[in-house]
């Protein structure tokens, strides 16, 4: 059994790589693999926006992602730099910038490129999307 | 400590790839890592000298490159081909780098314990 890291580089629409890799991590925990952490990076950060707003027939890959992380305990952490760019702030950020809203939210949390890197030194396996 | 090979296969503008890998490539050198990192594709792009990224609204991150040495990231390697392909040497570039065959490509690729390709 493997420690695998998972590292989400696309949206969460207009790609199919955050799918993908949501498909890949529960296989791998069906499978009795374990995700230590799934790392949003570049575009990936917007695959976590809260404001992801998909039709009510449509597949809502946000949520899909935070129920993952919750039913199975696995960290799902952006690059902040990265989210921060591209208009994904947290409730703190948000009043750093002072701005009046935010769209990251439990259980999505920010951290450091550094929490790649860490993670990259835990896993077995590093797999990108 | 890992041995962590990065991959630039994008052109540095018109999307930020280039960026966010070498953003990760100086992260991951100061968490004490092995890091080695290749130009492959239009990446050798990011090689060459006199860009103003300023210009189409980009901060200067090329300038960054000159940091790859203060960061112990010494392996800093090109795709020969890609450079042939594109007319280009060594020569062209503004940071010292080994043009790799692509044979000598694979065997780096065979001694990483992680490769991220951006």
């Known amino acids: 059994m493997?420690?695998?890291?998972?590292?989400?580089?696309?949206?969460?629409?207009?790609?199919?790589?955050?799918?993908?890799?949501?498909?890949?991590?529960?296989?791998?925990?069906?499978?009795?693999h374990e995700i230590i952490k799934v790392f949003f990076y570049q575009d990936g950060?917007?695959?976590?926006?809260?404001?992801?707003s998909p039709a009510s027939d449509e597949f809502h890959l946000t949520k899909?992602?935070?129920?993952?992380?919750?039913?199975?305990?696995?960290?799902?952490?952006?690059?902040?730099?990265?989210?921060?760019r591209r208009g994904v702030l947290s409730e703190i950020e948000a009043r750093e910038n002072q701005q009046q809203h935010w769209n990251l939210t439990a259980p999505f949390v920010m951290g450091g490129l550094g929490e790649l890197v860490t993670g990259i030194e835990q896993a077995d396996r590093v797999i990108s999307f | 400590m890992k041995t962590i090979t990065i991959i630039f296969r994008h052109s540095p503008h018109g999307k930020a790839n280039s960026r966010e890998a070498l953003d990760f490539a100086l992260l991951s050198a100061s968490f004490e890592q092995i890091v080695s990192v290749i130009f492959v594709d239009d990446g050798v792009l990011n090689l060459l000298p006199n860009q103003m990224p300023s210009k189409i609204g980009c901060r200067d991150f090329i300038s960054t490159f000159k940091a790859l040495s203060l960061y112990d990231i010494e392996d800093v390697f090109v795709c020969e081909t890609s450079l042939v392909s594109m007319g280009l040497t060594t020569q062209?570039?503004?940071?010292?780098?080994?043009?790799?065959?692509?044979?000598?490509?694979?065997?780096?690729?065979?001694?990483a314990d992680e490769v991220l390709v951006y």
């Open chain 1, 2 to 32: 493997s420690k695998i890291l998972i590292q989400v580089n696309r949206p969460a629409y207009g790609y199919a790589n955050s799918y993908q890799a949501l498909d890949f991590a529960k296989a791998a925990v069906e499978q009795g």
């Open chain 1, 45 to 52: 950060v917007l695959s976590t926006s809260s404001l992801n």
């Open chain 1, 64 to 84: 899909a992602w935070a129920d993952f992380g919750i039913a199975n305990n696995v960290p799902l952490v952006n690059c902040v730099s990265a989210a921060l």
């Open chain 2, 92 to 111: 062209d570039c503004f940071i010292d780098v080994e043009a790799l065959s692509n044979e000598q490509i694979k065997q780096r690729l065979k001694k």
